[in-house]
Nanobody, 134 residues
Framework: QAQLVESGGGLVQPGGSLRLSCTAL????????IGWFRQAPGKEREGVSC????????YYADSVKGRFTISRDKAKNTVYLQLNSLAPEATAVYYC???????????????????????????WGQGTQVTVSS
């Protein structure tokens, strides 16, 4: 059974940066597409970013383009999400998840810029809290 562990969240001032990590236990992340989602209090879960290991294609929600960067370290079996120029509206619990379908499906969606759907993902982590406040 795959287990994902997120870390790196915390309290940061507006304009600050954080790097979130998603480490997998029991599954090689380079075999799958990995997504990052976030959920703020009282709001629906939002797909933030995704990376497809087979071709390196990525997706970013419009709300984070130019400020967030997703990457992976195969040796550490970890996917990262670098959060820069943070604003208070970025405050949320951030989750990573695995898309166990063939990677070509997410790669095609990434090329079209389609928004992430949580229904395509499973094996969710427990989340890490990001709070942006002065």
């Amino acid at each position: 059974q795959a287990q994902l562990v997120e870390s790196g969240g915390g309290l940061v001032q507006p304009g600050g940066s954080l790097r979130l990590s998603c480490t997998a236990l029991g599954v090689p992340l380079n075999h799958y597409a990995i997504g990052w989602f976030r959920q703020a209090p009282g709001k629906e879960r939002e797909g933030v970013s995704c990376i497809v290991s087979s071709d390196g294609s990525t997706y970013y929600a419009d709300s984070v383009k130019g400020r967030f960067t997703i990457s992976r370290d195969k040796a550490k079996n970890t996917v990262y999400l670098q959060l820069n120029s943070l604003a208070p509206e970025a405050t949320a619990v951030y989750y990573c998840a695995i898309d166990r379908r063939p990677q070509s499906l997410m790669s095609a969606k990434n090329r079209l810029g389609e928004a992430l759907s949580s229904e395509d993902f499973n094996s969710w982590g427990q989340g890490t809290q990001v709070t942006v406040s002065s």
